[in-house]
């Protein structure tokens, strides 16, 4: 808890800081990016308690068999839909804590990816055509490639900036 605290007293000090350096689309982008940041801590804290309360309620009632299919679709999709959310805040977090610009590729494409697992996860396979499937493929292999890109491409300029300031 002292962590989380020390944190958030760091952006706030952050912000403050660096507040009267910000034109005003600044201001107004950490503004919304420290409103998002707490929407999606509620969030993230109301669906655990769910997620929670759900578990509990199948361990009681005898329910949780992680072989059933379903049991396996609707716990997961919930962790998986977690991650997602708290990958998102993640990224906003360093827009607040001024470490990373608004836009982030390579995260969004990220959670598009994480997305998708989570479809393939939830999918119902008996009732899910294969052109669908084949297409939801596809498109992980794509953004796949693209994060790849992105990757190699940020590992490449970082090199460079070594380099430079080596020479």
């Known amino acids: 808890m002292r962590k989380g ?12 800081e ?21 929407v999606i801590s509620v969030v993230i804290v109301i669906a655990s308690a769910e997620l929670i309360a759900k578990v509990w309620n199948m361990l009681i009632t005898g329910a949780l068999d992680p072989l ?37 590729i390579r995260t969004v494409v990220f959670i598009a990816i994480l997305a998708l697992a989570r479809k393939f996860i939830i999918l119902d396979t008996g009732k899910t055509d294969a052109d669908t499937i084949m297409a939801l493929a596809v498109t992980v292999l ?7 890109i992105i990757r190699d491409s940020d590992h490449r300029h970082r090199l460079a900036e070594e380099t430079q300031s080596d020479g």
């Open 18 to 38: 660096y507040w009267p350096t910000l034109n005003s689309y600044e201001r107004f982008e950490q503004v919304v990016a420290l409103v998002l940041s707490a």
């Open 5 to 16: 605290t020390s944190f958030i007293k760091n952006v706030f000090q952050e912000t403050k």
């Open 142 to 148: 794509a953004l796949a490639g693209v994060y790849w």
């Open 68 to 104: 059933d299919h379903q049991v396996f679709q609707v716990v997961f999709g919930a962790i998986m839909t977690l991650l997602i959310a708290m990958e998102f805040k993640h990224s906003i977090v360093r827009v607040v804590s001024r470490k990373e610009s608004i836009i982030q």
